[in-house]
């Protein structure tokens, strides 16, 4: 196994288990023993997330030691971020208009799912304002944030505590060396755990295939398709010219990122490269303190392919019900989106929950939902692996931007995984 790269062991699993899942659909048998495996990767890679994250932030920070220059850093990202996810609505919008994925759909031919579960989670955002979200990443108890896996807060007190750091001087210097060390200690165990991926990907799609089928994509397809296409013309044009006004070939960052996207594809789940993304930015020419601030944070108020999806799916949902939506309404939808997709990541489905909290102030019926939310997984994988892309890039932008990317660092390590492949 050794000469097969970790890209191809990954695809191997996903096609293994798309096999297993395909063979034995509605056998409960799978989910009972594959679903343990995939739940134990996506544990360990949770394992490690907060104290990478942490470690990083307060060497990279302590490193900087000038909150002047953080603070510009953040309005910059925030910006960046802002103007990214607001593309990806329109392109959104544009691709569901032109295409009309939902006109003319047989409800009577569709499944509907069991949204219940997202439910209860919607009341919650429906009551979450833009400011909600800047006074919430402020954590009012530490050791609860880091329970609740709450990235923004962790992340505020991270900054908070990498400038105390730097501003006690020489006192600091042993705290700078335990987190760097802990930082390198979970790189390492990063790159451990990560030898188990092609097992977790392969029970992951595994029961996800038996537990809904292949058939179930049928009556959908021109909605999984639009999504599909979409993405990969938001990835290549939208952002294939962001990284060229930024001196970058969008296809290097896919060849530094194919282990990457593959098994953020697979598993639906942006968690799981979170580390090797802060590890492989740094290696190409993005310095530690913008890396390990950018990456997390994006994880938050950038999800690209999120907000793409969702304006899709929204205006799906109204041609399937016969409504016309007036360019004033649409409107309206990419504002309430621009604002409740941002802050809430770590809500699980939460493009499911955004939507749900979004639909019913432009009168969409919000049950239109479980007609799609069968497929929501294949939809799920394609979003996160955008959002992981639009993530990286965000790094290598805000580097240029702040003008301290290192161009014969990021050629040499290209160099390098070229020669490797």
Known sequence: MKKVGLAWQILIGLILGIGVGAVFYGNPAVQTYLQPIGDIFIRLIKMIVIPIVIASIIVGVAGVGDIKKLGKLGGKTLLYFEIITTVAIIVGLLAANIFQPGAGLDMNSLEKGNIDS????????????????????????????LAQGDML??????????????????????????FQGTAEAMFFITNQIMKFAPFGVFALIGVTVSKFGLGSLIPLTKLVLLVYGSMFFFVIVVLGFVAKLAGINIFNLFKILKDELILAYSTASSETVLPKLIEKMEKFGCPKAIVSFVIPT????????????QA???LFIAQMYGIELSIPEQLSLLLVLMVTSKGIAGVPGVSFVVLLA?????????????FIAGIDRILDMARTAVNVVGNSLAAIVLSKWEGQYNPIKAKQYLEDIQKSA
């Open 358 to 370: 979004t639909l019913g102030s432009v009168g969409i019926p919000v049950e239109g939902l479980a």
């Open 312 to 314: 899709i799916a929204a």
């Open 118 to 145: 997202y439910v209860s989670t919607t009341e919650e955002v429906k009551e979450h304002s833009f400011a909600d979200t800047f006074v919430n990443i402020v954590p009012a108890n530490l050791f609860e944030s």
């Open 153 to 178: 807060a962790i992340i505020f007190f991270s900054v908070m505590f990498g400038i105390g750091v730097a501003a006690i001087g020489e006192k600091g210097k042993p705290v700078i060396q335990f």
């Open 298 to 309: 994006g994880y938050s108020f950038n999800l690209d392919g999120s907000t793409l999806y």
